[in-house]
Structure formats: C-alpha cells, structure tokens
C-alpha cells in the first residue's frame, strides 16, 4: 500500500514567507508525528497528533510555527515569518495508534530559507 | 528530557565484519526504536523494542531495561549496510528522542 507522502519535497523561501508543508499519513493511522532533521542538530521532535488533536506541542520550536491536521488524515505545518534557521528537512511519520507502534517516515520536505 | 547517547559516532569496516552499534538513555522508555537512514535517502524502521531482543535477517537488536541499553548488531556486513543507523526512544508526552546517530561505512 501507499506509504507517507509529503509535499513539496523542495521548498526555497525568502526569510519573512509563510510556507506550509503538507503530510498524507498512511490510511488508518491514527498517530501523526512531525520531526525536523536540521544539519548539526540531528533529529528532533516538533508535535505529534492523535486523531485530529496535538495533545503535545511541546516540541514547537517558537509561535511562529504552528500545525493542524482535519479528518484524522492530512496534516499541515505551517511556518510563519521564515528564518533562515528553520532551513532542515521536516519529516511526517505516521502510525497505527499512538501507543509504542513503529513509525513509518515520508521522504521529507527541505526547506532552504534565503 | 531523556539524554540519549550513541557510539561510535563513525564506524567503517570490511566486508563480512561483525557491527555492533551501541545506544544508551538516561530515563526510563516505553520503547526503544532503531532506525536507518542512506545518504539522500529517507528514514527507515528497523526494530521497536521494548524488552528482550529482535532478528531479521542479518540483523540483531537487543535491550537492557535495567541498564537502560540497547545494541544494533548487523552479521556478515555488506557495502550496502553503509546508512546512519539511529537510535530513538520513546517515553512520556512527547514522540521520539533521538541520539545523534552512527555512521557506517562497509568496504567491499
């Protein structure tokens, strides 16, 4: 079956954009999770949703980013006012519930901010 | 915050050389994961493991919860086996920690 997609999979910005970047979980899974892969820091995590609600968003790195998902199904991670520090790969995986299930990863989008 | 620490950082080896990758943490998990990443590529799940240990194929993954340790063994290595080999836990509110991976290089 179709594994985690993400889109765009490049994304280049000016500072100061708004991008979104989206995430299509496997189908049936419950649990959403967004990662960032930045070079030198290694993976970290952003937020993570169970259904449609994120009850951890302890992982937000500042309020300029925010991140919803409707229908227990797509996801979408939005970065207001870019910086270039928030250039990296940010990774979506998804999995069957939220309770210790291996999680599946998208490819990735890579935002570069000039 | 769960500190979460790998080595080596570097590894490289010949061919047909027995891997062992190491993973500790400082907190108490409810699951520890190891995952593979090739240059370029995306991120793969190897094993989730919360006790005991796990085989498939040519690989072993094995964990202490009393030592809060868990090893990636990889058998009769191959060129191909060349990815960073990550090692995240999972515990508490929030999704996985990571360590800062190990980068493993086969030579044919």
């Known amino acids: 079956g179709a594994g985690v997609s993400q889109s765009p999979s490049n994304k280049v910005t000016e500072k100061g954009k708004d991008v979104e970047l989206r995430c299509d979980p496997i189908s049936g899974h419950t649990a959403l999770y967004w990662y960032r892969q930045s070079l030198g820091q290694g993976l970290e995590f952003l937020i993570y949703?169970?259904?449609?609600?994120?009850?951890?968003k302890s992982g937000l790195p500042s309020d300029r980013f925010s991140a919803e998902r409707t229908g227990g199904s797509v996801s979408t991670l939005t970065i207001q006012r870019t910086q270039q520090e928030d250039s990296a790969v940010y990774l979506c995986a998804s999995s069957p519930s939220r309770i210790t299930d291996t999680q599946y990863f998208g490819p990735g989008t890579r935002l570069t901010v000039l | 915050k769960n500190e979460v620490e790998q080595s080596p950082q570097n590894l490289t080896a010949q061919e047909g050389e027995f891997i062992t990758i190491n993973c500790s943490y400082s907190?108490?998990?409810?699951?520890l994961h190891w995952l593979q990443q090739h240059p370029g590529g995306g991120i793969v799940s190897l094993f989730m493991l919360s006790s005991g240990k796990k085989k498939h194929g040519r690989l072993i993954a094995t964990i202490n919860i009393q030592e809060k340790h868990s090893s990636l063994h990889i058998t009769a290595s191959h060129p191909r086996d060349s990815a960073v080999y990550i090692c995240a836990v999972e515990g508490g509110a929030d999704g996985l920690t990571f360590g800062k991976g190990t980068h493993l290089i086969i030579q044919p």
């Open positions: 907190v108490g998990i409810s699951a």
């Open positions: 949703f169970q259904g449609n609600s994120a009850p951890d």
